[in-house]
């Protein structure tokens, strides 16, 4: 495992998984495991040491998240994806630049293996950001 971080483009967006999960509820381990993760490229997993599902720490200027890593062999190396969700929140800036939308494509942050940290439930996300707000 390395110890170092890797700097990336985070984009997001709505997945599959993550729809047939929100028809059994957002608050479901079935959401969490949909929305808890960060898709990264094997360049990135192999520089931080890491396999797939396990924990991964990252950061913004904005905020910081743990989530799981998912190996994605279709990202070019440099960019990630987390879906668009809870998680994926606590990276955001409320300022949307007069668009109304916040930059959901083009995130810079840095991405650090987290062996041994634990992913906060859903439950716990909300109740955070909701105390920010």
Known sequence: MNSGSVKVLVTSGRTLSQGRAMEKGKMTSDYEDAVAVCELDATAMEFLGI????????????????????????????????????????????YTQHTGMPGFKSLQASIAAAPGESISSVKEITRILKEDT
């Open 51 to 94: 396999e797939n599902g396990e924990s991964i720490v990252v950061k913004t200027e904005i905020g910081k998240i743990t989530v799981k890593a998912k190996l994605n062999k279709n990202l070019h190396p440099g960019i990630a994806f987390i879906p668009c969700g809870p998680y994926f929140n606590f990276l955001l800036d409320s």
